[in-house]
Nanobody, 122 residues
Framework: QVQLVESGGGLVQAGDSLRLSCAAS????????MGWFRQTPGKDREFVAR????????DYADSVKGRFTISRDNAKNMVYLQMNSLKPEDTAVYYC???????????????WGQGTQVTVSS
């Protein structure tokens, strides 16, 4: 099992920045592809970004490209999501995820954190 704990969510204004952190523990060898998803009430959880073990490969949802940056520190078992130029439509619960896969155009993950709320006011 992999345990994931997010932190860094909060209430910000449009245009502000926020940095989310995710601490991984347990079977961290399963955390090759880690990343973030988000979910708003009444909608499916959507992929935001993912990063490979060495950091050389990153993928982003079109809606966040150029504004969000994912990074990781393997020595600390940490993954980060730097969110700049935040918009009200970025408001969601953000989930850290591990062992992310892509199949038939759909991202999914085998391990999830408990989520952290990000609210962007206009």
């Amino acid at each position: 099992q992999v345990q994931l704990v997010e932190s860094g969510g909060g209430l910000v204004q449009a245009g502000d920045s926020l940095r989310l952190s995710c601490a991984a523990s347990g079977r961290t060898f399963s955390t090759n592809l880690m990343g973030w998803f988000r979910q708003t009430p009444g909608k499916d959880r959507e992929f935001v970004a993912r990063i490979s073990w060495g950091g050389g490969r990153t993928d982003y949802a079109d809606s966040v490209k150029g504004r969000f940056t994912i990074s990781r520190d393997n020595a600390k078992n940490m993954v980060y999501l730097q969110m700049n130029s935040l918009k009200p439509e970025d408001t969601a619960v953000y989930y850290c995820a591990a062992d992310i896969t892509l199949s038939r155009g759909i991202y999914s993950a085998n391990y999830w954190g408990q989520g952290t709320q990000v609210t962007v006011s206009s």
